[in-house]
């Protein structure tokens, strides 16, 4: 337990201290309860935490959360929630109640600053600004009438998050040197678009491997489909974790 947060987000844990595998986020993108129990039965063993998406909690519901729970593994429920703060502090003082770890709310001024009131009194939520998705290009943001570079907006919507009391960002793995040297707030990264080398990058613009995300910078990394998807998901798991464990090990190595 760390600052009354059950997750420690402390930046002076690093390399070899770090357990890889507490850091490995499994997105649970399947459409149904009894295949998410399959799933978990599967992968439980080789994952940290497990990130109920829009798909799954809108088939099944807060059901779902409470089901993850019971597999002892935080949850870390993923709404991207975007709305006028009335209905941002609320929904998120709901989700505080569901015992729920990490939630995700687009890196809105006002939006994050409604999210970081609605857990008021329940630190053990964390607040992860979500800043540019890592299936956005340069020419994406140009077409909305942007003409920053995605590293500017990335960093930009850190700054916000940082601002407004987040615990942490979405950013892809090409970005955690930029908003940590931008930034001094102790943010946790936490990196989606993960795929193991040789593997396609499916819809993911700024993809890396687990290894680039952890050597960037990244706290956490999620992965969904090149574990849910693989011939065997448990052993796609552990490569995984060995992946970043190794990158984790040699941070402690360099001074
Ligand atoms: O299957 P894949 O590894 O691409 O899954 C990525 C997961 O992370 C999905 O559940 C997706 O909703 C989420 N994601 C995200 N932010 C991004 C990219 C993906 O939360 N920038």
Redesign the pocket.
Known sequence: MVNGKEISMERNIKGSEIQAKERLVF?L?VPTAKAAEAMLDCVQETVGVI?I??ELFTSEGPAVVRMVQRYGKPVFL?L?VLDIAETVQRTVARVADMGVSFL?VHADRKALAAAVQGRAGNPALYILA?TV???VAQADLRECGFDGTVEHAVVARARLAAEAGCDGV?A?GREPAAIRSAIDAPLLIVT???RPAGQGE?E?ARATTPRQAIHAGADYL?????I?DAPDPRAAAQAIVSEMQAAFDQQSLSP
Do not use: F
């Open positions: 997105a993108d990130k998406g829009l993923d991207k995700t979500v998705l890592t299936n979405i892809s989606p678009g993960v499916d993911h999620v992965v969904g489909r090149p849910r």
